[in-house]
T-cell receptor, first 113, second 113 residues
Framework: GDSVTQMEGPVTLSEEAFLTINCTYT??????LFWYVQYPGEGLQLLLK?????DKGSNKGFEATYRKETTSFHLEKGSVQVSDSAVYFC????????????FGEGTQLTVNP | DTAVSQTPKYLVTQMGNDKSIKCEQN?????MYWYKQDSKKFLKIMFS???????INETVPNRFSPKSPDKAHLNLHINSLELGDSAVYFC????????????FGPGTRLTVL
């Protein structure tokens, strides 16, 4: 079945450090790919998305590129802030599967001042 | 102006009780979902409705019964609650005929004692 694998956390960085959270997927078809973020005590917010190969999603300084050849969608940010501390989820969606979101395990990011 | 709302935000109850969680979206979307987030933050689809029709029904105990009175509402009723039902339940919605981005509610934290 379809699946998403994220790098294991937690990840702890200092402010202004470079962030990479790895995400790879397995899917029977051509999925849309997403990064969602969950701040403490809150629901999930869409961070960025990409719907086809080589698309780059970007938002709030975060970027991820849909790499079909490596089935990856790694999240990057050049300079993290304390306010970026949250849990980050990589996810895929396939219309053939009723457009359900299949999530990775989530990666807890803590940014220290 | 909340897009996807859920009530209640917190629900504490005894084993064996029956409880409901309500979800409403004012985005005009045609599809709504229920996801369960366990204690390790893992998110998994439970149900999905499109225009009041059930389209996804994952391997969920039949103690869980979704009901969609209209396409703006999707409620989750749980009978004979068990300790293992303790989790955060998220409602989401999307306009599947246009795009596949799902918008999430704030979640309902269910604690079964």
């Amino acid at each position: 079945g379809d699946s998403v694998t994220q790098m294991e956390g937690p990840v702890t960085l200092s402010e202004e450090a470079f962030l990479t959270i790895n995400c790879t997927y397995t899917a029977t078809g051509y999925p849309s790919l997403f990064w969602y973020v969950q701040y403490p005590g809150e629901g999930l917010q869409l961070l960025l998305k990409a719907t086809k190969a080589d698309d780059k999603g970007s938002n709030k300084g975060f970027e991820a590129t849909y790499r079909k050849e490596t089935t990856s969608f790694h999240l990057e940010k050049g300079s993290v802030q304390v306010s970026d501390s949250a849990v980050y989820f990589c996810a895929l969606s396939l219309f053939s599967s009723g457009s359900r979101l299949t999530f990775g395990e989530g990666t807890q990011l803590t940014v220290n001042p | 102006d909340t897009a996807v709302s859920q009530t209640p935000k917190y629900l504490v109850t005894q084993m064996g009780n029956d409880k409901s969680i309500k979800c409403e979206q004012n985005l005009g979307h045609d599809t709504m979902y229920w996801y369960k987030q366990d204690s390790k933050k893992f998110l998994k689809i439970m149900f999905s409705y499109n225009n009041k029709e059930l389209i996804i029904n994952e391997t969920v105990p039949n103690r869980f019964s979704p009901k969609s009175p209209d396409k703006a509402h999707l409620n989750l009723h749980i009978n004979s609650l068990e300790l293992g039902d303790s989790a955060v339940y998220f409602c989401a919605s999307s306009q599947t005929s246009v795009e596949d981005t799902q918008y999430f509610g704030p979640g309902t934290r269910l604690t079964v004692l």
